[in-house]
Protein backbone atom coordinates (compact mmCIF):
# COMPACT_ATOMS: atom_id res chain seq x y z
CA UNK A 1 0.00 0.00 0.00
CA UNK A 2 1.18 3.48 -0.63
CA UNK A 3 1.03 6.16 1.45
CA UNK A 4 -1.67 8.12 -0.99
CA UNK A 5 -3.65 4.80 -0.98
CA UNK A 6 -3.74 4.61 2.99
CA UNK A 7 -4.71 8.10 3.14
CA UNK A 8 -7.82 7.53 0.73
CA UNK A 9 -8.86 4.75 2.48
CA UNK A 10 -8.59 6.39 6.07
CA UNK A 11 -10.60 9.04 4.46
CA UNK A 12 -13.34 6.78 2.88
CA UNK A 13 -13.26 5.14 6.63
CA UNK A 14 -13.86 8.78 8.24
CA UNK A 15 -16.75 9.55 5.67
CA UNK A 16 -18.41 6.62 6.46
CA UNK A 17 -17.98 6.84 10.37
CA UNK A 18 -19.67 10.44 9.67
CA UNK A 19 -22.37 9.25 7.94
CA UNK A 20 -22.79 6.20 10.05
CA UNK A 21 -23.30 9.19 13.10
CA UNK A 22 -25.45 11.42 11.32
CA UNK A 23 -27.89 8.30 10.60
CA UNK A 24 -27.55 7.83 14.56
CA UNK A 25 -28.64 11.10 15.05
CA UNK A 26 -31.25 11.43 12.75
CA UNK A 27 -32.72 8.23 14.13
CA UNK A 28 -32.22 9.13 17.79
CA UNK A 29 -34.47 12.38 16.58
CA UNK A 30 -37.33 10.53 15.09
CA UNK A 31 -37.47 8.91 18.24
CA UNK A 32 -37.36 11.57 20.58
CA UNK A 33 -40.50 13.21 18.66
CA UNK A 34 -42.03 10.06 18.37
CA UNK A 35 -41.39 9.79 22.09
CA UNK A 36 -43.05 13.38 22.34
CA UNK A 37 -45.61 12.96 20.75
CA UNK A 38 -46.93 9.52 22.08
CA UNK A 39 -46.46 11.37 25.58
CA UNK A 40 -48.67 14.63 24.26
CA UNK A 41 -51.17 12.22 23.09
CA UNK A 42 -51.29 10.60 26.91
CA UNK A 43 -51.18 13.92 28.62
CA UNK A 44 -54.52 14.89 26.47
CA UNK A 45 -55.91 11.42 26.60
CA UNK A 46 -56.08 10.56 23.26
CA UNK A 47 -54.56 7.34 23.79
CA UNK A 48 -55.49 5.39 26.56
CA UNK A 49 -52.62 2.83 27.85
CA UNK A 50 -53.35 -1.01 27.92
CA UNK A 51 -53.21 -1.38 31.34
CA UNK A 52 -56.06 1.12 31.94
CA UNK A 53 -59.25 1.99 32.75
CA UNK A 54 -61.97 3.97 31.66
CA UNK A 55 -64.13 5.02 34.15
CA UNK A 56 -67.01 3.34 32.49
CA UNK A 57 -65.25 0.26 32.69
CA UNK A 58 -63.98 1.59 36.41
CA UNK A 59 -67.81 1.65 37.27
CA UNK A 60 -68.64 -1.51 35.88
CA UNK A 61 -65.83 -3.73 37.65
CA UNK A 62 -66.62 -1.86 41.12
CA UNK A 63 -70.80 -1.65 40.53
CA UNK A 64 -72.20 -4.03 38.30
CA UNK A 65 -72.42 -7.67 38.84
CA UNK A 66 -75.82 -8.71 36.58
CA UNK A 67 -75.66 -12.08 37.71
CA UNK A 68 -76.43 -11.52 41.20
CA UNK A 69 -78.24 -12.15 43.44
CA UNK A 70 -75.33 -11.30 46.28
CA UNK A 71 -76.92 -10.39 49.62
CA UNK A 72 -74.61 -11.77 51.94
CA UNK A 73 -71.57 -11.17 53.95
CA UNK A 74 -69.56 -14.01 51.97
CA UNK A 75 -70.44 -12.60 48.78
CA UNK A 76 -69.12 -9.08 49.71
CA UNK A 77 -66.13 -10.60 50.85
CA UNK A 78 -65.33 -12.84 47.56
CA UNK A 79 -66.22 -10.13 45.44
CA UNK A 80 -64.81 -7.00 47.19
CA UNK A 81 -61.89 -9.00 46.83
CA UNK A 82 -62.21 -10.42 43.34
CA UNK A 83 -63.00 -7.09 42.26
CA UNK A 84 -60.04 -5.24 43.52
CA UNK A 85 -61.41 -3.08 46.13
CA UNK A 86 -59.26 -4.93 49.20
CA UNK A 87 -55.82 -3.29 48.50
CA UNK A 88 -54.24 -1.62 49.55
CA UNK A 89 -57.13 -0.67 52.12
CA UNK A 90 -60.23 -2.22 52.68
CA UNK A 91 -62.85 0.15 50.96
CA UNK A 92 -65.13 1.27 53.17
CA UNK A 93 -68.00 0.77 51.53
CA UNK A 94 -69.18 -0.44 47.99
CA UNK A 95 -72.65 -1.00 46.36
CA UNK A 96 -73.04 -4.06 43.41
CA UNK A 97 -75.69 -3.28 41.37
CA UNK A 98 -77.61 -6.64 40.04
CA UNK A 99 -79.26 -5.25 36.77
CA UNK A 100 -78.46 -5.61 33.40
CA UNK A 101 -75.86 -3.01 31.93
CA UNK A 102 -78.62 -2.02 29.28
CA UNK A 103 -81.10 -1.24 32.75
CA UNK A 104 -78.15 0.56 34.44
CA UNK A 105 -76.99 3.05 31.72
CA UNK A 106 -80.25 3.80 30.75
CA UNK A 107 -80.49 5.72 34.47
CA UNK A 108 -78.05 8.03 32.95
CA UNK A 109 -81.47 8.71 30.58
CA UNK A 110 -83.56 9.76 33.60
CA UNK A 111 -83.80 13.75 34.16
CA UNK A 112 -80.83 14.82 35.46
CA UNK A 113 -80.57 15.60 39.32
CA UNK A 114 -77.43 17.46 41.79
CA UNK A 115 -74.40 15.03 42.50
CA UNK A 116 -72.94 15.37 45.76
CA UNK A 117 -70.32 16.96 44.61
CA UNK A 118 -72.33 19.92 43.25
CA UNK A 119 -72.51 18.40 39.66
CA UNK A 120 -75.66 18.60 38.04
CA UNK A 121 -74.88 15.30 35.77
CA UNK A 122 -76.82 12.87 38.16
CA UNK A 123 -79.40 10.91 37.72
CA UNK A 124 -81.48 8.26 39.76
CA UNK A 125 -83.36 4.82 39.37
CA UNK A 126 -84.18 1.68 41.54
CA UNK A 127 -82.73 -1.22 41.23
CA UNK A 128 -81.35 -4.62 43.04
CA UNK A 129 -78.48 -4.04 44.88
CA UNK A 130 -76.15 -5.47 47.65
CA UNK A 131 -74.48 -2.89 50.15
CA UNK A 132 -70.80 -4.12 50.71
CA UNK A 133 -70.19 -2.12 54.48
CA UNK A 134 -66.69 -3.16 55.92
CA UNK A 135 -66.75 -4.62 59.37
CA UNK A 136 -63.12 -3.45 59.83
CA UNK A 137 -62.48 -6.90 61.87
CA UNK A 138 -59.85 -8.02 59.43
CA UNK A 139 -57.05 -6.22 57.67
CA UNK A 140 -56.64 -6.13 54.16
CA UNK A 141 -56.24 -7.76 51.62
CA UNK A 142 -58.47 -10.35 53.80
CA UNK A 143 -61.20 -7.70 54.35
CA UNK A 144 -64.71 -8.70 56.34
CA UNK A 145 -68.03 -7.32 54.69
CA UNK A 146 -71.74 -6.89 55.72
CA UNK A 147 -73.80 -7.48 53.37
CA UNK A 148 -77.31 -5.91 52.54
CA UNK A 149 -79.89 -6.72 50.26
CA UNK A 150 -81.97 -4.72 48.87
CA UNK A 151 -84.31 -2.82 46.03
CA UNK A 152 -83.60 1.01 46.39
CA UNK A 153 -82.76 4.49 44.84
CA UNK A 154 -79.48 5.02 43.41
CA UNK A 155 -78.06 7.93 42.39
CA UNK A 156 -75.24 7.68 39.30
CA UNK A 157 -72.91 10.49 37.86
CA UNK A 158 -72.92 9.37 33.70
CA UNK A 159 -70.71 11.22 31.41
CA UNK A 160 -69.69 10.82 27.50
CA UNK A 161 -72.26 10.87 24.47
CA UNK A 162 -73.74 8.55 24.23
CA UNK A 163 -74.19 9.05 28.36
CA UNK A 164 -72.46 6.58 30.74
CA UNK A 165 -72.69 6.10 34.28
CA UNK A 166 -68.75 6.59 35.44
CA UNK A 167 -69.75 7.01 39.04
CA UNK A 168 -71.88 5.87 42.17
CA UNK A 169 -72.29 8.85 44.21
CA UNK A 170 -75.36 7.16 46.22
C1 LIG B 1 -71.55 0.92 57.88
O1 LIG B 1 -71.72 0.33 59.16
C2 LIG B 1 -71.47 1.24 60.22
C3 LIG B 1 -71.52 0.47 61.54
O2 LIG B 1 -72.72 -0.28 61.64
C4 LIG B 1 -72.49 2.39 60.17
O3 LIG B 1 -72.26 3.31 61.22
C5 LIG B 1 -72.35 3.08 58.84
O4 LIG B 1 -73.35 4.09 58.70
C6 LIG B 1 -72.47 2.11 57.68
N1 LIG B 1 -72.12 2.81 56.45
C7 LIG B 1 -73.00 3.00 55.47
C8 LIG B 1 -72.50 3.81 54.32
O5 LIG B 1 -74.11 2.53 55.49
C1 LIG C 1 -60.17 -13.93 56.59
O1 LIG C 1 -61.01 -13.34 57.58
C2 LIG C 1 -62.05 -14.15 58.02
C3 LIG C 1 -62.97 -13.36 58.94
O2 LIG C 1 -62.24 -12.55 59.82
C4 LIG C 1 -61.46 -15.39 58.71
O3 LIG C 1 -62.48 -16.25 59.14
C5 LIG C 1 -60.56 -16.13 57.69
O4 LIG C 1 -59.93 -17.21 58.32
C6 LIG C 1 -59.52 -15.20 57.11
N1 LIG C 1 -58.84 -15.85 56.04
C7 LIG C 1 -57.52 -15.77 55.86
C8 LIG C 1 -56.96 -16.47 54.69
O5 LIG C 1 -56.81 -15.12 56.62
Request: proline letters at 5%.
Amino acid sequence: MTSIEIIDLLKTLIGKAKGASKAVMALQKILLSLLLSLLTLLGLGLVQPSYGETRYKKFQRQHVDSRGPGGTNLYCNTMMHKQGMTRPTCKEFNTFIHENIGTINNICNAPNIQCKNGKENCHAGVVRVTDCNDTKSSPPPNCSYKATASTRRVVIACEGNPLVPVHLDR
